[in-house]
């Protein structure tokens, strides 16, 4: 057979493609361990699988796997722990730094703060001082125009304050640059009590605030006969016979008498039975124990009827019956007894126990 041959084309290879085909022969493959052929039947069950091949997984070689952490030596680990350190006291030192850097900012600013001009007090007002002379105030204060408005805070000038006998209580601002205003609360005197041989003045708190020194107000009602120890140490006592003169006081206003029949003296005895000497010839009126604004209106009753007829003595003091008076008159041997009538003696006792209650309350709420 003549092959012919193409323009271009080399002779080698024309050799080679007129070279016949070399043949293909059968080779028998053998099946690799692990592997399951479609038409290979299980020796076992005997059974044809139709299973596809399924090749095990190939084992990962050791050179493909990536080295694990390595452990430090001992020089890392000592140069770890040295840093470590380091930064340690890096840190106490920089929070030591700034404690030292805050402390010293606020010297500077407190020294700032006192001997600077600008607050330097040049303005300070008082008010609500009757009785007490500004400088006898200002000496107590222990600041003065110039002083630094630091160099006392108010709560340490309210305490000074509050120290004088006349002060009740006192309120300091301080306004700053320079300013300070002062307000203080002075004690009202509405009565005096006899101790012994002194005398001390009762405020309308009914407390007993200063001892009576010349120069002092001494017009006021006296209450007399209390047992000085007594008055002293207990202090129930105590309370109890300045809450009851105090009330007392109220019960003249509430009842009418007290520009009628103003109170001169006030006597207590051994069992705190209370005897008032009203008026301007100290007219004796027997109350008892309080309450005492219902003794009072019916005093004021009898002495209206009575007109400008004045009598020796009066006795309101009768406990099983409050509603009797018993007047003895200067012409009449035998004193006069008048009995309440029963509408007003029912009235008389509604009056005395609301009395009661209100000065109960007030007891509850008297200071020591």
């Not at 006998?165 to 300013?179: D, F």
Request: hydrophobic share 40%; aromatic share 4%.
């Amino acid at each position: 057979m003549t092959s012919r041959r193409r323009r271009g084309q080399d002779p080698k290879d024309e050799e080679q493609d007129s070279a016949p085909a070399p043949r293909v022969r059968n080779r028998r493959l053998t099946p690799r361990p692990g592997l399951k052929h479609a038409n290979q039947v299980d020796a076992e069950s005997g059974e044809h699988s139709l299973a596809e091949e399924v090749e095990p997984y190939a084992a990962t070689p050791l050179a493909s796997v990536p080295p694990g952490p390595r452990e430090p030596s001992a020089l890392a680990r000592k140069l770890q722990g040295v840093r470590r350190v380091l930064w340690t006291i890096t840190r106490l030192a920089l929070v030591a730094m700034g404690v030292v850097g805050a402390i010293a900012l606020g010297r500077l600013i407190r020294d700032f703060a006192l001997t600077a001009e600008a607050f330097a007090i040049d303005t300070i007002t008082l008010d609500g001082n009757e009785r007490i002379e500004d400088d006898d105030i200002l000496s107590r204060t222990g600041i003065t125009l110039g002083t630094n408005v630091f160099e006392r805070s108010a709560l340490e000038i309210e305490r000074d304050l509050v120290n004088h006998p006349w002060i009740a209580s006192a309120t300091v601002r301080r306004q700053l640059p320079a300013q300070f205003s002062i307000e203080v609360t002075e004690h009202q005197p509405v009565a005096i009590v006899a101790l012994r041989d002194s005398l001390y003045l009762i405020g309308e708190d009914a407390s007993v605030f200063k001892q009576v020194e010349p120069g002092d107000p001494v017009d006021f009602p006296i209450l007399s006969g209390a047992d000085a120890d007594r008055f002293t140490r207990d202090r129930a006592y105590r309370t109890g016979l300045l809450t009851d003169f105090v009330g007392l006081l109220h019960d003249l206003r509430a009842a009418g008498l007290w520009r009628r029949e103003p109170l001169q003296q006030l006597t207590v005895d051994s069992s705190e039975r209370f005897t008032a000497y009203l008026g301007e010839d100290g007219l004796e009126v027997s109350l008892g124990r309080g309450p005492f604004l219902a003794k009072l209106q019916r005093l004021r009753r009898v002495l209206s009827r009575l007109g400008d007829e004045r009598p020796l003595y009066v006795r309101l003091d009768n406990d099983r019956r409050p509603g009797r008076v018993i007047v003895r008159l200067p012409d009449l041997i035998e004193p006069v007894v008048e009995e309440p009538a029963p509408s007003e003696s029912v009235q008389a006792n509604a009056q005395a126990s609301d009395t009661s209650g209100q000065n109960a309350g007030a007891n509850a709420a008297t200071p020591g």
